[in-house]
């Protein structure tokens, strides 16, 4: 069971991370900074942008030190303690320990963009006129479905359920 699991884990963890890096590598070599390319009618907008801070630019105010040691320092920490721990739940299930890997290769991703180039490369946008999303890559969009997965569990009950005792016996 443990073998099961760290292949699904490692494996998931290794496909999120490698797609997002190659998307990026891609976009990098592609794209203008700041000039947007208008796909399926509006659709989708392919626009490279750095962005110094995490999902959908939250923190990118915050002063540079305290920018550097949130994203850099205690979101990494968090995200592997959870991983830990989660991982050496026996109650966790298969499709909790995929979508852990998947929000972990998406934050590595992140975090090592956020290493080599000081803010991580976001680069796509959806929306139908004013309406859009923010700009993200493809590591936030491995991140939401890993926390989707691991929501489904926590909704269903699955995490952490434990066998139901039967009833007392109180002799009549």
Known sequence: MKATRAILFSGSLLFALGCDQATKRVAASTLEPFSPISLAADLVRLELVPNPGGFLSLGSHLPDPWRTVLFSLLVPI?????????????????????????????????????????????????????LRTGIFNIADVWIVAGIGLLALDLRSGSAGARPAEPPAQDGT
């Not at 109650?91 to 180039?117: P, S």
């Open 78 to 130: 968090a995200l592997a303690s959870a991983c830990v721990w989660l991982l050496r739940d026996r109650q966790t299930t298969g499709r909790m320990v995929v979508g852990l890997g998947l929000v972990a290769g998406g934050g590595i991703g992140n975090w090592l963009d956020r290493l080599a180039h000081g803010a991580v490369t976001d680069f796509v946008s959806m929306g139908v006129g004013a």
